[in-house]
């Protein structure tokens, strides 16, 4: 949903990223300091119901995701190592930012329920981004769906923003319903968007 600001973005952090790259910082290096700041936010704050925090730091460094890639380009340096590496530490930062949504409700959140939403994201998520990976490694393309990963990480912020506000830890509980939901959609659109190319593909080698 949101891939239509990307170019906004990139064009807005493509000045920090000509100055990290002109005091040799390598784009892997920023791939790496982004996913170790999101988790050590994420595991920091939330179990602790600072969820504003969370929510915004995990925010800024998510553009980290979108910073190394930039940085990439801009130097000539995108390799298959590059964007293996940012896809691994990707799935890294996304499990622990929703583990530390997990470990929110078994303490200060206290809700079975929001800790089984978190759970039910973190596995739909993780599900959603290897369905696309695993797709193109086979030759497909499944970059389709209602929730990307950008998506996914703004809903949670909203959602964990509005339940600090209102001091309600169920606004969040009920925001992970709604994005676990979406993210279900999502792989389902990318299993049946794979299984219509595989279709398509054998039919023309019949």
Do not use: K
């Not at 996913?35 to 553009?63: D, E, H, K, M, N």
């Not at 979108?66 to 130097?75: C, F, H, K, V």
């Not at 994201?121 to 290897?130: E, F």
């Not at 703004?154 to 509980?173: C, F, K, R, W, Y």
């Amino acid at each position: 949903m949101l891939e239509h600001i990307r170019g906004l973005v990139t064009a807005i952090i493509s000045p920090l990223a000509r100055l990290l790259l002109r005091i040799g910082v390598s784009p892997d290096a920023v791939t790496v300091l982004g996913t170790v700041a999101t988790c050590s936010a994420a595991l920091w704050f939330a179990p602790r119901g600072q969820l504003i925090a969370a929510a915004l730091v995990v925010t800024v460094f998510a553009l980290f995701d979108l910073l190394d890639g930039t940085m990439a380009r801009l130097s000539n340096r995108v390799s298959p190592f590059g964007a293996f590496l940012d896809s691994t530490l990707d799935r890294i930062a996304d499990a622990v930012v929703f583990g530390a949504v997990v470990l929110y409700f078994g303490g200060e959140g206290d809700s079975t329920f929001g800790a089984a939403m978190a759970l039910l994201c973190l596995v739909t998520g993780v599900t959603t981004s290897y369905a696309r990976a695993r797709a193109e490694s086979l030759g497909f393309n499944a970059r389709v769906g209602l929730m990307e990963r950008a998506d996914r990480l703004v809903v949670l912020g909203i959602a964990a923003i509005a339940a600090e506000l209102s001091d309600e830890p169920l606004v969040l509980a009920w925001g992970l319903a709604l994005l676990g939901a979406l993210s279900a959609v999502t792989l389902v659109q990318r299993i049946w968007a794979v299984r219509e190319q595989a279709a398509a593909r054998n039919t023309m080698g019949a």
